[in-house]
């Protein structure tokens, strides 16, 4: 079931990607936005309360729906439900456009259009970063997303769905990230607030952001290092398990670090330096050549011989699982 779940959910995802405007997505900044008000009182077992209600609430009804339907209709409207939430929580296509654009515009030798494309994709002001900059934190940008939006989510769906519990893997690995990275940004800004087509998130408290980066970080912890052995695995290994022995600590997360430091050894990049964030902490660089354009062509291979090893071992293990 897991083999097809992700594969279907793939395909579909490369058809017919989800807009961010989704209706799932504006329920869930709704839902994240009504816990906040209703619970969050900044207490930390207020904060867990919080958090509980917002990952629990999604992540019980993915999984109950699973067993009505698997053990009442039938496996394969279990594996219809499976591919309709993978769809939602994994995909390239969530963020692949913002690689894309930026590698066409440096391609095209329009590094103006590149850094406002960049300043977009991450919501900060870029000024005149210098083309190899660019290219840096395009990789690392896109490597972090790939991870997110779909070896983390991959993982922990094979991890849960082998033990029957469906898809609650995946739910619960995207609500956690949503969850921290919403909260991180919300704003005391009442009247953003109040528009009806506005995004801005609900004033938490700090109690509630500390846990929700606390336990995010926890969930990633696994993943993260799946994802950094699969880079190891699909580039060069050595160099990759060197980076990730010697240079994972440069960096200010140390998943992320994992998983950078990991990749840098792979494809024999040079990644870190000064964040593109003004209030978050750069990180000394690797070794390894200067970021060119030559290594978009790079990372997208990886990335996409990392997916096909994944797969073929869920094959591997679904086929293994049938014939015992």
């Known amino acids: 079931m897991s083999f097809f779940s992700i594969f279907l959910a793939l395909v579909i995802e490369q058809a017919r990607p989800m807009s961010p405007s989704h209706f799932l997505h504006q329920w869930l900044r709704r839902w994240a936005d009504w816990v906040a008000s209703h619970v969050d009182g900044g207490t930390a077992s207020q904060a867990w309360l919080a ?11 993915a999984v109950l729906i699973h067993w009505l339907l698997a053990f009442t209709v039938g496996w394969l409207f279990a594996v219809a439900w499976n591919v309709a939430l993978l769809y939602i929580t994994l995909g ?14 440096l391609n095209d030798g329009d590094e103006a259009l590149a850094r406002k494309l960049l300043a977009e994709w991450q919501q900060v002001e870029v000024n005149d970063l210098p083309r190899n900059e660019i290219v840096r934190h395009v990789i690392e940008h896109s490597i972090l997303s790939a991870h997110r939006h779909v070896f ?6 094979a991890l849960l769905s082998v033990i029957g519990l469906g898809p609650v893997g995946a739910v619960v690995y995207r609500v956690s990230e949503f969850a921290k990275r919403y909260w991180a940004s919300s704003i005391d800004n009442s ?9 801005a998130p609900a004033l938490v408290s700090e109690s509630l952001r500390h846990r929700a980066q606390e336990t995010w970080h926890a969930i990633d912890w696994m993943p ?17 398990m060197d980076g990730w022995r010697h240079h994972a600590e ?19 990049v040079q990644l870190g330096g000064a964040s593109l964030q003004p209030d978050m902490p750069g990180s ?4 390894g050549r200067p970021p060119e354009i030559a290594h978009f062509a790079q990372v997208v291979g990886l990335v996409w011989r990392t997916v096909v090893m994944w797969l073929v071992l869920v094959a591997l293990l679904s086929l293994a699982n049938l014939l015992g």
């Open 191 to 199: 009247a953003l607030r109040q528009s009806p087509d506005s995004s």
């Open 152 to 157: 983390g989510v991959f993982f922990s769906y």
């Open 51 to 61: 958090w509980g209600l917002l990952v629990g609430v999604p992540a019980g009804l």
């Open 284 to 287: 000394s660089s690797t070794p």
């Open 250 to 268: 440069k960096f200010p997360d140390d998943n992320d670090g994992v998983i950078l430091a990991a990749t840098a050894g792979a494809i024999n």
């Open 92 to 105: 390239f296509r969530q963020f692949s456009h913002h690689f894309t654009g930026i590698r066409d515009a």
């Open 224 to 240: 993260a290092r799946a994802t950094a052995m699969g880079f190891a695995i699909m580039g060069s290994f050595e160099d990759a």
